[in-house]
């Protein structure tokens, strides 16, 4: 499990930099989303290596006398592994729902500004006699 865990550090720190990147920049909504979307699939991948590797931990453990104390320490070490991802995971979900919101709330005002506007409230005061 430990020759996985420098990949996947760097993985998950060259992630982060990107991410980063992405949102320094003031870009539409919808290439932002589609750079989460991006991301999440990474993490995704840098997850099930570290599940994978987990197994195979587990199955060398089986091979052990002390099975327990092998267990507990793959059980650590996939959770110390899967930390970071699940916390970028977490900032990841949070920055697309703050988006979503943003847009809806941008969808809603453009919805409330057609309704009052000028044109429609000239029209409303001819319609009644």
Request: glycine content about 0%.
């Amino acid at each position: 499990m430990k020759l996985l865990s420098k990949p996947l550090a760097i993985l998950t720190g060259l992630a982060m930099f990107a991410s980063v990147q992405v949102f320094a920049s003031e870009k539409s909504a919808p290439l932002i989303l589609n750079k989460i979307a991006e991301e999440t699939a990474a993490l995704n991948e840098s997850k099930n290596l570290v599940l994978q590797a987990y197994q195979l931990e587990v199955k060398s453990c089986w091979q052990l006398f002390a099975v327990n104390d092998c267990l507990a320490k793959a059980k650590r070490e996939k959770y110390i592994s899967l930390a970071p991802i699940e916390k970028r995971e977490i900032e990841l979900n949070a920055k697309r729902r703050e988006i979503k919101e943003a847009d809806r709330l941008l969808r809603l005002n453009d919805k409330s500004s057609n309704l009052h506007s000028p044109s429609n409230a000239n029209n409303a005061s001819k319609a009644t006699p």
